[in-house]
């Protein structure tokens, strides 16, 4: 049973570009979030996935976008690059939104901006 | 505003020692409490979960206790092991889906 898998691992980009990072839920699971850790912190809500919709969002600017496709899998988008964006991107699912489960995350995505 | 805090920020033990990782938060209004191991660069794997009406979770050496009222978690490690060395995250859910997490133990066990 695979778990919470995302792609790429590790990511390069310069000020002003765009970047796309992709996640599929553990089997069963419907519901996906994202979020962002920078060095040092721990991670932080960006938003959360369920039924092709953004059911949450935190504090981030509207750089940051994402979907969800009818197979649960996730994109997350940042455009306008900034260097403040690097950081270690995390998703992670669940069975049912709220529901009383722990998160289960992938290993992330390591995004450098230079 | 709910905020997360998390004491020693570092630890350094030997083996065998057993180790408590302590855990704050503001607003005791909290759906569950969870507790994480991430290792350097990787993602983080759930190892204890407690809800509201819980006091404490077991897992092998690891217990987490909660005390809502008082704002406090505790993960309690028994006869730690160079394997435990790791950063150690708890987050706190509260009725929404979103986790609020500390910033974490840095915990190094050396044989």
């Known amino acids: 049973d695979a778990g919470v898998t995302q792609s790429p691992t590790h990511l390069i980009k310069t000020r002003g570009q765009q970047v796309t990072l992709r996640c599929s839920p553990k089997?069963?699971?419907?519901?996906v979030s994202w979020y962002q850790q920078a060095l040092g912190q721990g991670p932080q809500f960006i938003f959360q996935?369920?039924?092709?919709?953004?059911?949450q969002r935190g504090n981030f600017p509207d750089r940051f976008s994402g979907h969800q496709f009818p197979n649960y899998s996730s994109e997350l988008n940042v455009n306008a690059l900034l260097l403040g964006d690097s950081a270690l991107y995390l998703c992670?699912?669940?069975?049912?939104?709220?529901?009383?489960?722990?998160?289960?995350f992938g290993s992330g995505t390591q995004l450098s901006v230079l | 505003k709910q905020e997360v805090t998390q004491i020693p920020a570092a630890l350094s033990v030997p083996e065998g020692e057993n180790l408590v990782l302590n855990c704050s938060f503001t607003d005791s209004a909290i759906y569950n409490l969870q507790w994480f191991r991430q290792d350097p660069g990787k993602g983080l794997t759930s190892l204890l979960l407690?809800?509201?009406?819980?006091r404490e979770q077991t897992s092998g050496r690891l217990n987490a206790s909660l005390d809502k009222s008082s704002g406090r978690s505790t993960l309690y490690i028994a006869a730690s092991q160079p394997g435990d060395s790791a950063t150690y995250l708890c987050a706190v859910r509260r009725n929404t889906d979103k986790l609020i997490f500390g910033t974490g133990t840095r915990l190094q066990v050396f044989p």
């Open positions: 407690i809800q509201s009406s819980q």
């Open positions: 089997s069963g699971h419907d519901t």
């Open positions: 996935y369920y039924e092709e919709e953004e059911r």
């Open positions: 992670a699912s669940s069975a049912v939104p709220g529901a009383d489960e722990k998160l289960f």
